[in-house]
């Protein structure tokens, strides 16, 4: 059945515990519901693949049983299911109900009632944040709906200033505008009374609850200095409102670790996702991704899984690259 926001919304503030939870609001979603539950799995087509986006939003109980349900109606439709950024809590799961699951990459998180930029480690985030603010920077928070064309045409100039073969990244990303964006919050950097840049966060929910740094874009001729300082301005409004998290978010190819492999994870998936951490910048950005997270010293490193239905495919992967849009 087609995603309804009313179903996926309750189910991910009281079931997830994925900080990435809030995605699963994205457009072009789809949520399979069982009978009798309030539980769903988030998902889209991609070929003869359904790709599940990050684990079974369900009460604890009910979660094998729906995602049989899912694994049912996968069949039915004759659909194989790979599901990404599942958490280290999803992996038994999974792996009982026949799943091959593999570390795919990490995500980061930063502490916010104990962070503060002082000492030496952040000298250098620091003196880059000044010379944005001396550059006549003006943060401020602001409601999507009064910048709307601004944004997009930062969207556009961000998007070009990457090559004309580039394209925008979906689905484990987020996006502005649509019904979910009454829920986000958006800081954006003016420059002489322009908006250069932008930084929107999603409420997270679970174990560490905060807010996700979501979506950021910038122009091309944005001065040093001006994404850290969005940032920075965003952590101090929630650290005073007294949230505990600010997380990075997802990023693929990091963090791997052989100790974080399951049971039954495959051994030449495991292998494949070396080779991409060492080669795949042209696949996905990575290494410039994770120097930024790196900056703000996280205190938290989650594990993040892929996990394959029966058998690991190359189907598998292509299919999820193309519904990702990176090739």
């Excluded at 987020?174 to 829920?183: D, F, T």
């Excluded at 001006?226 to 965003?234: G, K």
């Excluded at 693929?252 to 991409?276: I, Q, V, W």
């Excluded at 490193?301 to 990176?326: C, D, H, K, M």
Aim: net charge positive.
């Amino acid at each position: 059945m087609k995603r309804s926001e009313a179903r996926v919304r309750p189910a991910i503030e009281k079931y997830a515990d994925n900080p990435s939870a809030f995605l699963a609001l994205n457009s072009g979603n789809e949520a399979f519901c069982a009978p009798g539950g309030d539980g769903v799995v988030v998902y889209r087509r991609a070929g003869r693949y359904l790709v599940q986006f990050g684990g079974v939003f369900a009460p604890k109980e009910q979660r094998a049983e729906l995602l049989r349900e899912f694994k049912g109606f996968a069949a039915k439709e004759r659909r194989r299911i790979t599901a990404i950024q599942l958490q280290t809590t999803d992996v038994e799961l999974y792996e009982a109900e026949g799943f091959v699951v593999n570390q795919v990459g990490a995500s980061y998180a930063v502490r916010l009632p104990e962070f503060s930029l002082r000492g030496s480690k952040f000298v250098k985030l620091r003196n880059k944040i000044a010379r944005a603010r001396r550059s006549g920077l003006d943060v401020r928070e602001v409601e999507f709906g009064e910048y709307a064309e601004q944004l997009g045409r930062i969207d556009e100039n961000w998007l070009s200033s990457k090559g004309r073969h580039v394209k925008e990244i979906e689905f484990l990303v987020g996006q502005l505008g649509g019904a979910a964006q009454e829920y986000r919050r958006l800081f954006v950097g003016f420059l002489d009374g322009e908006p250069i840049a932008y930084i929107s966060y999603s409420p997270s929910y679970g174990s560490s609850p905060g807010w996700l740094h979501d979506l950021s874009r910038r122009i091309a001729e944005t001065p040093p200095g001006v994404m850290e300082a969005l940032n920075s301005t965003a952590m101090d409004v929630f650290r005073a409102e007294g949230a505990d998290w600010l997380h990075f978010g997802f990023t693929p190819f990091t963090g791997l670790d052989p100790g974080h492999e399951p049971p039954r994870h495959s051994p030449l998936t495991a292998k494949f996702m070396r080779l991409l951490a060492a080669h795949g910048e042209s696949v996905y950005p990575a290494r410039s991704q994770l120097a930024y997270k790196q900056k703000w010293a996280p205190d938290l490193t989650l594990p993040e899984y892929i996990g394959f239905a029966g058998s690991v495919r190359p189907g598998a992967i292509w299919q999820l690259l193309r519904v990702t849009n990176s090739i």
